[in-house]
């Protein structure tokens, strides 16, 4: 099968950020537009999509999941997801359909792909403000029903705004304190957990190594650092599942963030997809394990 290219994961981030522009409840027939995309993808990859509906604001949505089953058939479920809307006067290239475009290509993959650990993949409404933290967030809505249907989600992995990356030098940012152990040239990935989810996240990272030489850095810390918490893995994380998230570290190195700027033109498409390659064969690996 055609790995994962360049040219691939830009055809996808035009589709929804340039052709389809700014989704989200307030531009309901754009974030209709996305989720028919993804589920069309989906679908000609030769998954079956199943709609995680509920109602928010008077508006029907949905979060989308297909399934990779495992050979071991135990019930152990790898979850690894992206939230599809843009928040409010963004077309959202990078945050998020940078997440998306991967997502689609990594499933794309994993539909022949042999491996132990059943591998779900989910695209979440809802991650932007104003629903991110509270109760109407799509991944919220969906951690909360897989908590109560018992769901052995061994951990999840939220891709958040991962297209955009720089080799000049002082291209990086960090809170304070970090910009002290970390590169300044904002040319690789980061893993990122809480301390609950470490030991997980650094397997991820070995893995992650071992499969590509795309420079990865890695945090375990506080919740409460800006930025840390702020994707679906949150949610996950309240209903007790391990959860990290893997990003380009978004408004600490990606200028456009949340603005009209995010658009198609502004990532690094070849960088994105040898990272994304790497993502792959880690992820085969973890569910093989």
Known sequence: MEPISANRLETHVYKLAGEIGEHNIYHPRALNAVASYICQEWRQQGYEVIHHSYTVEGMECANLEITSEGSNQDGDIILIGAHYD?????PGANDNGSGIAALLELSRLFINAQHKKTVRFVAF???EPPFFYWNN??????AKQAKKHDDKI???ISL?????????????????????????????????????SRRTMLQAVKAF????DFPVEHIATLAAVPGVSWSDHLSFWRQ?????????????????YHSSEDTPEKLMYEPFAKMTNGLYLMLLSLANK
């Open 160 to 196: 958040e705004t991962i297209g955009y990356y720089d080799t000049q030098p002082a291209s990086q940012h960090y809170p304070p304190i970090l910009k002290h152990f970390y590169p300044q040239t904002g040319n690789f990935i980061a893993f990122v957990s809480n301390l609950r």
């Open 209 to 212: 190594r071992a499969a590509t």
């Open 154 to 156: 061994i951990y999840m």
């Open 125 to 127: 409404a809802n991650e």
């Open 137 to 142: 967030m799509g991944s919220m809505v969906y």
């Open 86 to 90: 843009s928040v409010m006067g963004s």
């Open 240 to 256: 007790g599942y391990k959860a990290f998230m893997i990003t380009d570290t978004a408004f600490y190195r990606y200028p456009y």
